[in-house]
Every structure is written in C-alpha cells, then in structure tokens.
C-alpha cells in the first residue's frame, strides 16, 4: 500500500470530481483517505465541498505572491503540512511548477478530458470536436514537468454524438472522468504503479 493512502486534491473550480473522491473515501472499505483539499481561488465551490465532508482545506492564490516561483513553493509546501501519500490534481487549473513536481513525481495524478496523448491541453474537448473525431474519452496520468505528457495510468472511451456540443460532451466525459479517477486512486494507494523504462509515457497500475 502506498503509505497510508493519505490523499491531497487540488481543485480549482466546482469539485464535482473532488465531490466523487469524498463520496468514495466515505465507503467501507475504500483504501484512500482525503485528508486535504488545496485551492489557488479562494471562492472555489470545491472548498465548500471539503468543509461540509469535514475536510481541512488551504488557499494558495497565486495573487497573493511576488511571482510564479514564490507560489510554486507555497504550493508544495501546503502540501506538505498534510502529509499525504498521493496528490490528486482534479480540475486545478494551473501548471505547477518544479518544486512540486520534484517532490511529488510518481505519486501525483491529473485527469485529463480526452484519450492522450490527443488533445493536451486546456481544450481538450473543444479540439475533439473540432477535429471530427467519433470517440473521445478520457485519461488519468502522472504529472510530469510537461503539459499533460506524464505517463499514462488509466483511460476510458466516449463516443461523440452527432448532436454534441462542447458542454453536452464535456458533462459526458465528467460522468465517466470520476468513477476512472476514484477506481485509479484505490488502486494506486494499494498497489502502487511501475513506469515503463523503454518507454516513459507508459505506466502500469500493480
């Protein structure tokens, strides 16, 4: 088991998924525990979401320091005061830097609304649409020091309708997106994950 499945999720916006993670840690059985939620916007619905699970949370707005470097460092060591096993990026939209990649590499994750590598990025479901694609989905991945290029751990496929807007796909792949994200996080606490050395953009969950 991957410590003591002490888990820290960054969220930046509504936390509907960080909603799906709090609704699993509660289950019998369920090996990972949320122990902290972190947020760069001080208003984002996902602390609510924490505060109600009786979950501790921290704001680190980026507005709040010099530069990028100074936040990225306040970033990692909020982190740190909850002493977790796992970090979870779900919907945190910022690109953290060295500091918390360094300290967290191999043992933090991001969704990601498509089937990387396919449209990285932050429209990765408006580029799908774009390029006519019939199945899209979407993808659990380490974080790495690139823009959604970690090691890929976990996938699921969405069709495309023919009457999909951007929100009606979107919601879609949400949908599937928490249930892939709560089943990737169990079995990471428990199993831990082995990076393949010829190839680093693959991953296995053991």
């Known amino acids: 088991m991957l410590g003591n499945g002490r888990v820290v ?27 902290g939620v972190i947020s760069d916007q001080p208003t984002a619905a996902a602390l609510d979401r924490a505060r109600d699970a009786g979950v501790a949370t921290a704001v680190v707005a980026l507005a709040d320091f010099d530069d990028r470097d100074a936040w990225n460092v306040a970033v990692a060591a909020a982190i ?10 779900a919907g945190f939209m ?29 429209h990765g479901v408006r580029d799908a649409l774009a390029h006519g694609v019939k199945v899209t989905g979407c993808t659990v991945h380490l974080v790495d020091a690139g823009l959604d290029t970690g090691p890929i751990l976990s996938q699921v496929a969405v069709s495309v309708e023919p009457d999909d807007d951007e929100a009606t796909l979107h919601e879609r792949i949400k949908t599937v997106e928490r249930d892939l994200l709560v089943d990737t996080v169990a079995r990471m606490v428990t199993g831990g994950v082995a990076i393949d050395v010829v190839n680093s953009r693959r991953a296995t969950l053991r």
Do not use: C, K
Request: charged letters at 10%.
């Open 9 to 35: 999720v960054l969220a930046s916006g509504a936390g509907t998924t960080l909603a799906a993670l709090l609704a699993a840690h509660e289950q019998p059985g369920y090996p990972a525990r949320i122990v």
């Open 94 to 122: 910022r690109v953290l830097g060295s500091p918390f990649v360094e300290r967290w590499a191999g043992r933090s994750i991001n969704t990601h609304p498509s089937l990387l590598p396919a449209f990285p990025g932050a």
């Open 80 to 89: 740190d005061v909850f002493n977790p096993d796992l970090v979870v990026l």
